[in-house]
T-cell receptor, first 109, second 112 residues
Framework: QKEVEQNSGPLSVPEGAIASLNCTYS??????FFWYRQYSGKSPELIMS????GDKEDGRFTAQLNKASQYVSLLIRDSQPSDSATYLC?????????FGAGTTVTVRA | DGGITQSPKYLFRKEGQNVTLSCEQN?????MYWYRQDPGQGLRLIYY???????QKGDIAEGYSVSREKKESFPLTVTSAQKNPTAFYLC???????????FGPGTRLLVL
């Protein structure tokens, strides 16, 4: 079983819609969770971090964490063409981050 | 400007050759990391260093070596023992824990 799994893409959404990205993790003791955005050919950039159960909102992005279900999600509201990228879920395990394979999102104009 | 620089942007390796990827940061970060990214896969940790003159193996250290002689520099050598080196290599740094990692622009390594 992979440490971090993300729903397979690609995910295509119309402009203005909500994009929903899911991530599950295997280590029950993980405490810190992150979403990175990576444009094609570029390096990842951190867009959200979440540490407690519930929702965390930052602009058009909302991260949701459910530790009991070992599940993290990212919602992108009012999706824009500039949101077209690969989104990586990362989970802290002791000294390192474990990354999922990523979900590629395409926003259709 | 503060940040992380990686060079070169593209690197070509011949069979049996060792190559070194450069990573420099002027953020005064203590910790530095090297990741490898293959198409359709997430980032995998090769080596990390939390302090000068100390570094630890990550999940896929075989065929790689590093040094940390200066706080701002963490070069990665891909040795001839690494049989499948073609990948996108990313260097990152953080001021302390892994939570606030900042990534460099990456080096794409190709085999001739």
């Amino acid at each position: 079983q992979k440490e971090v799994e993300q729903n397979s893409g690609p995910l295509s959404v119309p402009e203005g819609a909500i994009a929903s990205l899911n991530c599950t993790y295997s280590d029950r003791v993980s405490q810190s969770f992150f979403w990175y955005r990576q444009y094609s050919g570029k390096s990842p950039e951190l867009i959200m971090s979440i540490y407690s159960n519930g929702d965390k909102e930052d602009g058009r992005f909302t991260a949701q964490l459910n530790k009991a279900s070992q599940y993290v999600s990212l919602l992108i509201r009012d999706s824009q063409p500039s949101d077209s990228a690969t989104y990586l879920c990362a989970v802290r395990n002791d000294y390192k981050l474990s990354f999922g394979a990523g979900t590629t999102v395409t926003v259709r104009a | 400007d503060g940040g992380i620089t990686q060079s070169p942007k593209y690197l070509f390796r011949k069979e049996g050759q060792n190559v070194t990827l450069s990573c420099e940061q002027n953020l005064n970060h203590d910790a530095m990391y090297w990741y490898r990214q293959d198409p359709g896969q997430g980032l995998r940790l090769i080596y990390y260093s939390q302090i000068v003159n100390d570094f630890q193996k990550g999940d896929i250290a075989e065929g790689y070596s590093v040094s940390r002689e200066k706080k701002e520099s963490f070069p990665l050598t891909v040795t001839s023992a690494q049989k499948n080196p073609t990948a996108f290599y990313l260097c990152a740094s953080s001021i302390g824990g892994v939570e606030t990692q900042y990534f460099g622009p990456g080096t794409r390594l190709l085999v001739l």
